[in-house]
């Protein structure tokens, strides 16, 4: 089992949707959590970060974080084709090095 | 302000041939990391360097070697170039020292073919 796992899609939706991006983890130390937003041929860059459980909200980005369950969200809403590029998440531990899942490709269609 | 730089932004290399990639980052930040990105795989950690005058293999560091040349510098370097590390590579740098789970920032990448 990949200790970090992610659907990668492509996931195409239209302009305005509700947008649900997943990972679930092996590891149930894991502490810190990510999501990554990465344009075709451009490096990664953060969106959000969240410390141990619960939701963070960021405009219309939210990360929710189930740790019992071993699976984080990333919610997007009223998407906009600017929001169309590869979500990676991210996952680690103090001391450990980040584990990043494959990514989801997401298109939002006018 | 240009965050992590790296050069060359494309190469192609033949079987056997060596290069050095570079990566540098003006945001005075200890922790400098190199991975590769291949399909389906995600990022995969090569090396990093937890603060300046240190380096650690990390997942996949087989093929490579590294050099922190400073606080600013770090290069990847393939000695003998094989299909296998055909991918693109990611330099990225943290501000806290050693494996501290704070924010990456990335560079725009390399995208090497060696055939």
């Known amino acids: 089992q990949k200790e970090v796992e992610q659907d990668p899609g492509p996931l195409s939706v239209p302009e305005g949707a509700i947008v649900s991006l997943n990972c679930t983890y092996s590891n149930s130390a894991f502490q810190y959590f990510m999501w990554y937003r990465q344009y075709s041929r451009k490096g990664p860059e953060l969106l959000m970060y969240?410390?141990?459980?619960g939701n963070k909200e960021d405009g219309r980005f939210t990360a929710q974080v189930d740790k019992s369950s071993k699976y984080i969200s990333l919610f997007i809403r009223d998407s906009q084709p600017s929001d169309s590029a590869t979500y990676l998440c991210a996952i680690g531990n103090y001391g450990q090095n980040f584990v990043f899942g494959p990514g989801t490709r997401l298109s939002v269609l006018p | 302000n240009a965050g992590v730089t790296q050069t060359p932004k494309f190469q192609v290399l033949k079987t056997g041939q060596s290069m050095t990639l570079q990566c540098a980052q003006d945001m005075n930040h200890n922790s400098m990391y190199w991975y590769r990105q291949d399909p389906g795989m995600g990022l995969r950690l090569i090396y990093y360097?937890?603060?300046?005058?240190?380096?650690d293999k990390g997942e996949v560091p087989n093929g490579y070697n590294v050099s922190r040349l400073n606080k600013r510098e770090f290069s990847l370097r393939l000695e003998s170039a094989a299909p296998s590390q055909t991918s693109v590579y990611f330099c990225?740098?943290?501000?806290?020292?050693?494996?501290?789970?704070?924010?990456?920032?990335f560079g725009p990448g390399t995208r090497l073919t060696v055939t």
């Open positions: 969240t410390y141990s459980s």
């Open positions: 360097s937890a603060s300046e005058g240190t380096t």
């Open positions: 990225a740098s943290s501000e806290l020292r050693g494996l501290a789970s704070d924010e990456q920032y």
